[in-house]
């Protein structure tokens, strides 16, 4: 096996036989299942500078049981039609794991975002949109992409602009892609909505009395050690949400210029501003380099997260892995060989298709919102927030007691869009959990997080086929 992508797309077929032999689901519905229903490569002509370069894309619609499709786009020079499909299969489980309603899909672009202006990434992301609206690949009710790895909101909101120049009449257009701006069209809460997940995910496997027995931890995260490879979208809001509101110690970080250490633990905040400020983490005060970048997989450390690219952890670095929990917030970044040797050494590999879900979860709500056509919250929160004055009232007259100010505006308070976006995740995260868990506890001879998760989603597609009729 060659490439890295080839790598992972055989890793997911890998995984998928290994769930799939748990069910009783028929093989040739298995087969339909785990199969690619829809490939499309393209390469057109882009004007950079004053020549054309010609682009190679792709967009891979892997399940059709449920429509739209669903999955985001990534620019990267590694990608390739194998990534891609692995991408979009791995969208199709999540989808499923999480009661989100779409078949997965994946776009990718084989470009290296930073070496193009940004008038030439919008030129590229517009003339991959026009391909897919040329196929009919995009739309509110056929296949709606969203970020990944290279992009984000700016190129959502080219997206929606190209869709609704060719597409103007429809009322649903802004519902043809999510992780737009909140100003255009988009919804509060998305852009953390990933990171925010990893940790409610996290957070439910340290409540877990049967797995912390396993691993000899106590309950809860706070005051528990992480590292985090990658500071993306993924990985900074995994960070800064685990420090703020979960009381996790960041220990080590790792990017493309090198991995730093501190035994004290590295403020999430100040590591993410010095970046920015010096284009490296390496330096960060009260820090030590790491010698070598590869280093960050063998941190002592109680949470390792993987938040960047597949196949990072290999057969070649598994078992340097000290971790006993591997939270996958990338796709795929653990190869089948690898996790077979994690598992064997005690770890618990928390898996993709559910800790990184809250990105395609929140992307729901923000379909929702655009085919509502208005915010989440309009309609009650004044309705609400009269109630709770009106309690407040009630129960001063009725004791003579007054309630002070400060107390009254935190009771009274009612929910904005965000509020209600988060504990719409958070409500997601803490009940797909558990049913993992029921699979995970439940089954006989499964050992591990990620065969529960596949199973649990294996078996909500393969219903859906049957209930369309299409499989007896
Ligand atoms: N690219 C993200 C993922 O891998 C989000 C997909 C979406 O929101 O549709 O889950």
Redesign the pocket.
Known sequence: MSSKQAKFYESVQRNFDRAAAHTDIHPGLLQQIKVCNAVYQMNFPVRIGDTYQVIEAYRVQHSHHRLPT???IRFSHLVDQEEVMALAAL?TY?CAIVDVPFGGAKGGVKISPRSYTPEELERITRRYTVELIRKNFIGPSIDVP???YGTGEREMAWILDTYQTFKGGEIDAAGCV??KPVRQNGINGRTEATGRGVYYGLREVFHDEKLLAKLGFSRGMAGKTMVIQGMGNVGSYTGLISQNEGDVKIVGLSEIEGTIYSENGIDMEAALEYRKEHGTILGLPGTVTLPDRGDWVAIDCDILVPAALESVITEENAHRVKAKVIGEAA?GPITAEAADIIIKNGGVIVPDMYL?AG??TV?YFEWLKNLSHMRFGRMEKRFNHNTYENIINTVENLTGKTINEKEKQFITRAADEVDLVRSGLEETMISSFHQIMEVYHGYKNVDNLRDAAFITALNKVANDYMTLGVFP
């Open positions: 669903k999955g985001g969208m999540k969203a970020p990944d999510t992780g796709n990184n990105g395609v992307s």
